[in-house]
């Protein structure tokens, strides 16, 4: 058994308590498969947490020092028993459910990875398996997308910029709420119509079918433009307060017709395999800020804790 680097953090807190550890390089077991990692992304989920937000705190195993990552994209190592569909040497993606993913290796269970895309750098496609998934989860199977209906993208940010795309793919007209900073770039992306969150008037924007939010707060106003029949899911809560949040979502499934539905989840090869076949035929492309090699971690995690950032922030493991 060798030595391989993993990202890690000795506490909660800011991104000087990440380290690289040398840990002994994991093993697959049955029905599970090793991946020599090519690169990560720095998540929004990584940074709330490293730093200890609560709803986080949660979904973590205790003690430290802790693994960080969720982006999985490499090539097969080694096949447990009972993998048949894969071969040593794929080239595969997927979303690691141990948040362990900035690391040399990592152990996936075969079922929740799939054959990565073709004729696209590895390091590039890191920007993907978690915001592509989680889009498209929305989009697809909790939303209910489809040519002509109208769908609202609020906040542009990784899971946003594959949101426009996935929604453009399915013929539907994309409205995009986004920092004044980034309206250029959200432009380039195709959507139908382009604001910025500090000028948009929630009353004036009109009707929709689908209502993504990744902004976790601040709700309500947009609830109320939701065509009848409407849907709206969000991807994370308001993080100074998370357990009034969660709250709210609860109670909206009960009381009214204008219902919240927090969308989340870890995809398994279907929705993978969804992502892979639009990267392919061109439809959803990568949107990059920045790529650090592994060793710059705490550099990337504090460009990623800026503001006006659009597209991943990749970590280049090999």
Sequence with gaps: MGIMRRLMYRSYGGPE????????????????????????????????????????RTAVPRGFPKGIGQDVVGTVAELGTGVEDLAVGDL?????????????????????????????????????????????????????ISAGRRVL?????????????????????????????????????????????????????GRFDLILDTVGRGWEPFREQLAPGGRMLTITVDPAHPMASLGRILASSVHGSRRIRFQGELPKRDVLDMLTRLVERGALTPVIDSIYPLADAEAAHRHAEERGILGKIILQIS
Aim: proline share 5%; charged share 15%.
């Design 92 to 144: 595969v993606w997927g979303v690691s459910t141990g948040s362990d993913a900035a690391a040399d290796l990592v152990v996936m269970d075969g079922d929740r990875v799939a054959h990565a895309p073709a004729g696209i750098d590895p390091v590039r496609l890191a920007a993907l398996p978690v915001a592509g998934t989680t889009s498209l989860a929305a989009l697809v199977r909790n939303g209910g």
């Design 17 to 56: 308590t990440l380290f690289i550890a040398e840990v002994p390089e994991p093993e697959p077991g049955k029905g599970q498969v090793l991946i020599r990692q090519a690169a990560t992304s720095v998540n929004g989920g990584d940074l709330q947490a490293r730093s200890g937000q609560v709803r986080f």
């Design 153 to 205: 993208v609020r906040g542009v940010g990784s899971v946003g910029t594959t949101a426009v795309q996935g929604a453009i793919a399915y013929g539907s007209e994309v409205t995009a709420l986004c920092s004044p900073l980034t309206i250029d770039g959200v432009k380039e992306l195709g959507a139908d119509h382009v604001l910025s969150y500090l000028d948009a008037d929630p009353s004036r924007l």
